[in-house]
């Protein structure tokens, strides 16, 4: 940019953000959200796709990091590269399908050819071309990682290590694919992009609140008799699910410690699915299988856009201060019947996106909160339970189901983030570049 | 070729399906709908309801009923108070499909106040096809398929009947 300030600048987040509450300006002003679009979605890991969604050589998605366009390409090499979505030459979208397979990108506006690494490989008409064609290709992001197949990537060259920003949270990772007695997931059901009239910071804090779901969520419980009001329903004493901070914004509600039995997470008795029991507990033995029928899958967000939603994965993307879209897919396993896969689509279409039992609510009052946030707004509380909870051996906070554990995590990282390294680190004059 | 007699009784049907939806009048739409009812809502254009590919909305007779039993609550935040809608139905083809049994297309461009939210207004232009049978000198629907011009998103909630 022209500009050689940080966007963030002029805006005071450690008064804005306080341990025990936040400002609701952080919700609705424009200059917050492009200081996150700067902070958060160039300069940190932001997710980007799985590996099994573009398994072959030349297999693409498109995607937004933040709001820039880009694809993800695995190359004939294998490596998978995250590309902006903007020809090099007068800016025109070079991939403009949502996904597919290709072995070169065509620019349809002056006929200009990449390769899936991005390098220009040829120009119409070259004698009037007297650029260098490795001088003009396609915009790459910086860093590209992956983790269990989770493709993360960064636009800032000096990012620390992706390792570093999932720290512990890798744990949450390995819990979601151990649901695939293979160790695998795959990606291929598509993606509902479910369009919220609310800041994106809503879809983190609301997918890890566990206060809210007797509120939002009776008619639910009323239409529904299943493990749900058993999990979540209960009075306070005897709920033993747990809000989770794991460190680095990434947040989790535990739901394991109120299951009882097997497969009660998947809403069904063990017998259901023989075979998948079966195979889990052959393929991580007795003690783990069993744990991992019991316990279920992680219900956690991975900073700052990527939410492992029990056996969904879904996207978080920013739009404007107040709009987003919250994407998701199902999470299908590797190694597994047919039956167990089609059970997480229709779980999956039940309880996410537009039509759903659950977010259709959600999402009503995701919008009424943006509304009452409106004109000068307020403090928002976030002390709830601060005085109860506790850090277990591995660093974790812990909480009561109910309490804002999981929020104050969320926003103690945010902060960290937006006020942003020393204006002289390399960081932040690669920011500023 | 259906007969006039029998466009007419499929029209009645489409105008009477619209006005339970658009008034919201659950149970009685749901009555509408037979044992084996297919109501879909797909996410992309050209999907198979069988791909293993996901909808937006995808639900069989049980669902529909889990549907219709959670608008009913009462606290269904997203419909309290209902969506304020009204649906224009055009562009009716018929086809046979079995001895009173009829295929039936048409175009549906549905506005909706959103009342219980942001009080905006919201358009879904829909190509909707009615699989529809006589039963017991009543017309029912056995499939009711949406295809929302904008399937593949962004979409708004879209917790109302539809």
Redesign the interface.
Known sequence: MLDNSRPSEGIRFEELILDDRVHSTLYTDSEVFEAEMDSIFRNGWVFICHDSEIPKAGDFVRRNVGRDPVFAVRGRDGEISVIVNRCAHRGNIICQE?RGNAKAFVCQYHGWAYDTKGGLVDVPYPAGFKGDFSCHGLERLAKVDSYQGFVFASFNPTVPSLGDHLGRATELIDRAVEMSPVGRINL??????????CNWKMLPENDTDGYHVNF?H???A???RSNYDEAVLQDEESLKSEAKDWGNGHTELNFSPSYSRPLEWFGCAEDRYPSYSKALREAYGQEKGDKILLDGPPHAVIFPNLFLGEMNIVRFEPVAPGVC?H????M?LEGVDDDV?QRI??Q???AL???A?LL??D???A??TQ?ALAGKGGWLDLSRGAEREVTDDNGVVVGHLTDETSNRGFWRHYKQVMQGPDQSSPTAAAAAA | MVTIEERLRVEEFLFKEARLADESRYSEWEALAEDDMHYW?P??AGQDPDD???????DNRT?LA??I???N??????QVPPSRMCRIISNVEIETIADGEYFVRSNVVLYEYRI???KEMEVWPARVEHKLRMRDGEMKMFSKHIHLLNS????????FI?
Do not use: C, K
């Open positions: 949502e291929s059901g598509g993606w509902v992009r479910h369009q919220l009239n939002v009776p008619s639910f009323q239409a529904i879209l994407i998701h897919t199902p299908y896969n689509l229709r999956s279409e039940g996106g537009p039509t039992f259709a609510d999402s009503v009052i919008e009424r509304l | 809502v996410a992309e293993g590919r996901i909808s937006i909305l995808n669902r889990t549907r039993r959670q608008l609550t009462g606290v269904r935040h997203a219980q939210a942001d593949e998103g962004p979409v708004r909630g879209l917790s539809i």
